[in-house]
């Protein structure tokens, strides 16, 4: 019995040493005082073509507002996906129960990080996964705009989430497979600064890649099947496969592409509808010139069959 006395007492060191490097692991990170010099005063006149580029009144605004109440930025909107119901927050700058007693600092360690002010991990629903290949500058600016945004009393209510998923520390283990600054497509030498500058808006600040890619069995974006098309996250329908692979858009040139982000209509003078609403509203207040630059970032990337099931043929 000796043995099996050993054997015990390895498994419990082992088992010990393993959740003590996996609570190591799982630590939030919080941005390095070189990232943090980097943000400098911010500029509120650029940060609201971020804001819309992010499209931040998609999630965060009072479900069912409309007009200028779209920025009271109350939170409420339950998002239903595998894992549970996430809700977004009240982002309004209300000082108790909003972000108005953030810093800059604490701004950029949730865009950019995933942290919050108190240091826990911040539920990847919201999309900082794309958010961190943003430029300081931008979130700067960002936080300036936000600054001029109404305070909007009361909280949102908390996510809705079964365990394990309820247990935020795990985050800090997936932010380790998934949360890179790095760019999804790598693009050639020469590539026109016009494609640069839509690849940045689409995988970062606009977070395309949140609802357009497959994710695999832990909620990550498959990065193989980029943009290729999705199972909607409530779990019924599809988002489109926008790569020059997709039916979707793969017979458009680069103006239509450009002119639907604007007006909300296609080619075939068919109108935009569902989720796509609200971001087609966004890209609309956004320059020419950006729009252009996503047209051509879409029609650069790598051509990918769907990456969601075929539908079964109506009876």
Known sequence: MAWLKKLVGAVIVLGGA?????????????????AVAQLGPGDAARGKRIFYAGGCTSCHAK???????????????????????????NIS???????????????ANAMLKGVSPSGEHFYPAFPYASYARMKPADIADLYAYMKTLPAV???APGHKLS??????????????????????????????????????LVEGPGHCGECHTPRDFAGGVKK?????GAVAAEGSGVVPNITPGG??????????????????????????????????????LLTADDRA???????????????????????
């Open 18 to 34: 393993g959740a003590v490097a996996g609570w190591a692991l799982s630590a939030p990170v919080r941005l390095d005082a070189a």
């Open 163 to 200: 365990f394990p998923f309820n247990i935020r520390r795990g985050i800090g283990l997936w932010k380790l497979l998934f949360l890179s600054p790095n760019p999804v497509i790598a693009l050639p030498d020469g590539t026109p600064d016009k494609v640069l500058a839509g690849r940045y």
């Open 224 to 228: 193989a099947e980029w943009l290729a």
């Open 63 to 89: 479900p069912g507002s409309k007009g200028d109440a779209r920025l009271e930025l109350a939170g409420g909107l339950e998002l239903k996906t595998p894992f549970g119901t996430f809700v977004p927050p």
């Open 153 to 155: 009393a009361g909280k």
């Open 93 to 107: 700058q209300d000082q108790k129960d909003g972000i108005g007693a953030w810093s800059e600092d604490d701004f």
């Open 293 to 315: 630059a996503i047209a051509a970032y879409l029609k650069a990337l790598p051509a990918h069959p769907n990456g969601y099931p075929a539908r079964k043929p109506s009876k």
């Open 247 to 284: 039916n979707s858009i793969k017979s458009w040139s680069e103006s239509d592409i450009a002119n639907y982000l604007e007006t909300g209509f296609t080619p075939d003078f068919d109108s935009v509808g569902g989720a796509m609403v609200d971001v087609q509203r966004n890209m609309a």
